[in-house]
C-alpha cells in the first residue's frame, strides 16, 4: 500500500517482535520511506500515542486478523478494547475510516458489538451487513491471501468516524464488560 500511495504515511503494529524486526526491515529498504512498522502491544501503547497526534493526522485504522485468545481468561488481552477504541475514535476525525477483519467468527463478533456500543462510527451505506464482501483495500495481507486460498470466510467490517462525541470510558467498560464478560450461568443442582 505504502507503494500505491507514495504521499501517504503507514504504520504497522505487532506484538511478535521477530515478525517486526524482518518488516521493518523490508520497510526501510522501500523507495519511498513512507512505512514503519514497530513492535509493541497494541492495547498498552497506542492509545497514549493516537491521543498526541496533530488533529487529522491519522485517516485510518485498520485491526486485521488479530490474535483470537479464546480462552475466556484471556479475552483482556485481544487488541480492540475500550481504551483503545476510544483513542481511535478521538484521532480520527468525520468520515474518516476503520476497518476491522478476521477470520474467526468470535473475534471479529465482539469488535463489531464494542465499535457499535461505542457509537462513535457508523457504516457507510449501502455497505453489505453484517459482513463486507470485499476488502476495500488495495492490498491484502499475508493471512487473508491463506484464508482465502483455503477458500474459508473472511469477516469484514468498515466504519466511518461520525460526529458524535466520545461516550465516557468507564460507561463503555461497564456496558462492554456486560456483553463480553456475562456472569457465569448457575446450574441447578450444583
Given amino acids: 500500500m505504502a ?7 503507514y504504520l504497522g503494529v505487532e506484538i511478535r517482535r521477530p515478525l517486526v524486526t524482518s518488516a521493518d526491515r523490508e520497510a526501510l529498504a522501500s ?7 514497530l513492535f509493541c502491544n497494541a492495547n498498552i501503547s497506542l492509545a497514549s500515542w493516537m491521543r498526541a497526534l496533530p488533529v487529522d493526522r491519522l485517516h485510518r485504522v485498520s485491526i486485521q486478523f488479530p490474535d483470537p485468545w479464546f480462552k475466556r481468561r ?20 468525520p468520515g474518516r475510516e476503520l476497518f476491522l477483519q478476521s477470520d474467526v467468527l468470535a473475534v471479529i463478533e465482539p469488535m463489531v458489538t464494542l465499535t457499535e456500543l461505542s457509537d462513535c462510527f457508523t457504516r457507510p451505506v449501502g455497505d453489505t451487513q453484517p459482513w463486507r464482501s470485499s476488502n476495500p483495500l488495495p492490498v491484502p495481507t499475508e493471512r487473508e491471501r491463506y484464508v482465502l486460498e483455503k477458500q474459508l470466510p473472511v469477516y469484514r467490517v468498515l466504519y466511518r468516524r461520525n460526529q458524535r462525541s466520545l461516550p465516557n470510558e468507564s460507561l ?19
Avoid: F
Fill in 3 to 9: 507503494t500505491l500511495n507514495p504521499d501517504c504515511n
Fill in 31 to 37: 523507495d519511498h520511506g513512507n512505512v514503519r512498522v
Fill in 74 to 93: 484471556h479475552r483482556k488481552r485481544r487488541v480492540l478494547q475500550p481504551n483503545l477504541l476510544l483513542a481511535i475514535a478521538a484521532a480520527l476525525q
Fill in 172 to 190: 463503555l467498560e461497564s456496558r462492554w464488560q456486560q456483553i463480553d464478560n456475562p456472569a457465569e450461568p448457575i446450574h441447578a443442582g450444583a
